[in-house]
């Protein structure tokens, strides 16, 4: 009897532990922070960049959106960078490949105003662009082609890396300055100091400045960027050999 007792007893303190463990381990899991997948975390970090820049994202900030602790994020991501790395994956092959003609220097100018027009319509990609040497995997397709083109258009590779970057330079000023007046247009308030701020004591130093003064805008309005980039293009493929 004395053993049944026992044996009674220690089942209904083993009962007892069982149940106030699994409460326990209800608690536990009850208090854990919701578990996030990576494409939670990268497209915080676009939603960041594009209503508030590129510099608004950090580790912190994008745990916060996501409901989660800064430590939690490393288990995706290594650091910021590989971050922002991580939100151009994939975007260049949201956008169909252009047919492409055969001539080469067609070809380079294809392609440059083809890199134009998609960045044109997510802005936002600018902005991680611009810190360097983060760039999209399913992008190069574009560099290569131009460096390729214009090899066939007789350009030595180093001449045609740097054809690449000129135009790439371009493309990437007249996207930063598109923004910009497009950032500037939506505040009414915002009076634009140039070139409202010449006046005709300039014209002797500033003849030209001061002579398109007054129909400044209308003409920038009229820039076409095909247009300049054919005639950098040509510019760059007669530094042949």
């Given at each position: 009897m004395r053993?049944?007792?026992?044996?009674?007893d220690n089942g209904l303190v083993a009962g007892k532990a069982s149940t106030e463990g699994r409460a326990e381990g209800r608690k536990r899991t009850a208090g854990r922070p919701p578990r996030i997948a990576a494409e939670q975390i990268v497209e915080a970090a676009r939603r960041i960049i594009r209503e508030e820049g590129v510099e608004a994202v950090s580790m912190r900030r994008v745990a916060k959106e996501v409901g989660a602790t800064p430590m939690a994020l490393y288990h995706h991501v290594r650091d910021k960078d590989e971050l922002l790395l991580l939100t151009l994956r994939g975007m260049a092959a949201t956008f169909p490949r252009p047919d492409l003609p055969g001539d080469p220097r067609a070809r380079v100018l294809a392609t440059a105003v083809h890199m134009y027009t998609i960045l044109s319509e997510v802005t936002w990609v600018v902005d991680v662009l611009s810190l360097g040497d983060l760039t999209?995997?399913?992008a190069l397709w574009m560099p290569e082609?131009?460096?390729?083109?214009?090899?066939a258009c007789g350009l030595t590779p180093e001449q045609a890396l740097h054809a690449y970057r000129t135009?790439?330079?371009?493309?990437y000023g007249a996207l930063v300055f598109h923004r910009a007046d497009t950032r500037r247009a939506a505040d009414p308030d915002r009076r634009p100091f140039f070139p409202d701020f010449l006046t005709e004591e300039d014209a002797e130093a500033l003849p030209r400045m001061t002579e398109l003064a007054g129909n400044w805008e209308e003409l920038k309005a009229g820039y076409d960027i095909a247009e300049q980039l054919a005639g950098v293009v040509d510019g760059l493929l007669r530094q042949r050999g």
């Amino acid at each position: 009897m004395r053993v049944q007792k026992l044996t009674s007893d220690n089942g209904l303190v083993a009962g007892k532990a069982s149940t106030e463990g699994r409460a326990e381990g209800r608690k536990r899991t009850a208090g854990r922070p919701p578990r996030i997948a990576a494409e939670q975390i990268v497209e915080a970090a676009r939603r960041i960049i594009r209503e508030e820049g590129v510099e608004a994202v950090s580790m912190r900030r994008v745990a916060k959106e996501v409901g989660a602790t800064p430590m939690a994020l490393y288990h995706h991501v290594r650091d910021k960078d590989e971050l922002l790395l991580l939100t151009l994956r994939g975007m260049a092959a949201t956008f169909p490949r252009p047919d492409l003609p055969g001539d080469p220097r067609a070809r380079v100018l294809a392609t440059a105003v083809h890199m134009y027009t998609i960045l044109s319509e997510v802005t936002w990609v600018v902005d991680v662009l611009s810190l360097g040497d983060l760039t999209d995997k399913d992008a190069l397709w574009m560099p290569e082609e131009i460096i390729d083109s214009a090899m066939a258009c007789g350009l030595t590779p180093e001449q045609a890396l740097h054809a690449y970057r000129t135009i790439w330079y371009v493309v990437y000023g007249a996207l930063v300055f598109h923004r910009a007046d497009t950032r500037r247009a939506a505040d009414p308030d915002r009076r634009p100091f140039f070139p409202d701020f010449l006046t005709e004591e300039d014209a002797e130093a500033l003849p030209r400045m001061t002579e398109l003064a007054g129909n400044w805008e209308e003409l920038k309005a009229g820039y076409d960027i095909a247009e300049q980039l054919a005639g950098v293009v040509d510019g760059l493929l007669r530094q042949r050999g």
